[in-house]
């Protein structure tokens, strides 16, 4: 019985070690960062919103229509 309990004190200490965490030579190269595009350079959706990819007015035009369409108070005039 003590050995069972001793096993089971074991295994439960063992349980709450922290373990290192190496890391690769990418990361401590500093490269971990992947900067992400703009939001007008990607693709529109298929069945989403359209804009043309790169123009960022018409992105921005295509948000503010969004945006016009959730708010309530405009569209209770409709």
Same mark, same amino acid.
């Given at each position: 019985m003590r050995r069972l309990v001793f096993a089971a004190g074991a295994l439960l200490v063992a349980g709450c070690m922290e373990v290192?965490?190496?890391?690769?030579?990418a990361q401590q190269a500093g490269q971990t960062v992947k900067r992400d595009t703009s939001p007008w350079n990607n =693709?529109?959706?298929?069945?989403?919103p359209k804009w043309t990819k790169g123009d960022r007015t018409s992105w921005e035009e295509q948000i503010k229509t969004r945006q016009l369409a959730?708010? =309530?108070r405009s569209r209770g005039r409709q």
């Open positions: 290192e965490q190496a890391s690769t030579p =693709e529109p959706l298929a069945n989403g959730q708010n =309530e």
